[in-house]
């Protein structure tokens, strides 16, 4: 069960927050330069790297009519058209997310490296079936298939990032989280990062990351958690804004059930690919 976790919310992609706290995380565990009251900070341009891969991850919800804002990134693999996202972000409150396209290097509204449209997307059965609750935390990854247009998505990007699976109770310091936090503060939807280390959360099952140092908002859902260049998992939750002591649930990445829907995807994936 969760340990640290005394109340919790999940990064809900159609909201847009009013008002935040202006002091969430205490000053002394600020650890990006320049980091606001959250602990992110914008991302200098231009945009390279791992941050020329993360982008918007856009749709609508087919009940509510609202638009869908999360982050995603691209992530190697032989089919050259895989997108690292969390599954609240395709597959949120029982429904799936309709008319879902993803936007590499997303900058204040221009979309640099072109909009790419979904073709298909996996969460883990638990996700679909279960309602949820915290326990399903640590599911809460998802992938996204993009469809080709004259070149498949790595081609335009770059070679997607690799994958670091990591067992429960890895404490990981150093990392840095990247989205595109909304609401008061984050006008035109522009990248941030966010530098913290980040301790085991749970005291039994999958295993969940936690960081004190970055109080994720919404908008911030799905993106990276880098380690040493590669992807160790997926911004999934926070603490509530109100929070003075704020803090985000990292998703991490590793096990057979995550191997299993990724071998899935690149295979689905490669079998759409033209030629």
């Known amino acids: 069960m969760l340990r640290l976790v005394l109340s919790l919310v999940l990064l809900d992609p159609t909201a847009v927050i009013a008002e935040v706290s202006q002091r969430n995380i205490p000053v002394p565990q600020v650890l990006t330069p320049n980091g606001d009251r959250l602990g992110y900070a914008p991302v200098p341009r231009p945009y390279t790297g791992a941050r020329r891969l993360t982008g918007l991850l856009v749709g609508r919800d087919p009940v509510t009519r609202r638009d869908v804002v999360c982050g995603g990134t691209v992530i190697g693999s032989r089919s050259r058209s895989l997108v690292l996202t969390a599954a609240h972000c395709l597959h949120h409150r029982g429904r799936r997310l309709k008319q879902l396209a993803f936007i590499p290097g997303y900058d204040r509204g221009r979309p640099r490296l072109g909009v790419w449209r979904v073709a298909r997307t996996w969460v883990p059965a638990k996700w679909r079936k279960e309602p949820f609750s915290a326990e399903l935390l640590p599911y809460d990854v998802g992938l996204v298939g993009v469809m080709a247009q004259r ?31 909304a609401g ?21 099952g999958r295993g969940l990351m936690i960081t004190h140092n970055c109080h994720a908002a919404a908008g911030g859902s799905g993106g990276p958690v880098l380690y040493g260049g590669a992807i160790a998992g997926v911004v999934s939750s926070s603490s509530p804004l109100r929070d003075a002591k704020g803090y985000t649930v990292l998703t991490r990445l590793g096990g057979r059930p995550f191997e299993r829907m990724f071998a899935r995807a690149d295979r689905a994936m490669q079998v759409k690919r033209p030629g």
Request: hydrophobic share 30%; aromatic share 4%; with cysteine.
């Open 151 to 181: 070149r498949p998505l790595e081609d335009v990007t770059g070679s997607g990032l690799r994958t670091m699976p990591t067992a429960r109770g890895t404490a990981l310091r150093g990392l840095e989280l990247l989205g595109y936090p």
């Open 184 to 204: 008061k503060g984050y006008r035109g939807l522009r990248l941030h990062r966010c530098l913290g280390d980040a301790v085991e959360g749970v005291s039994d």
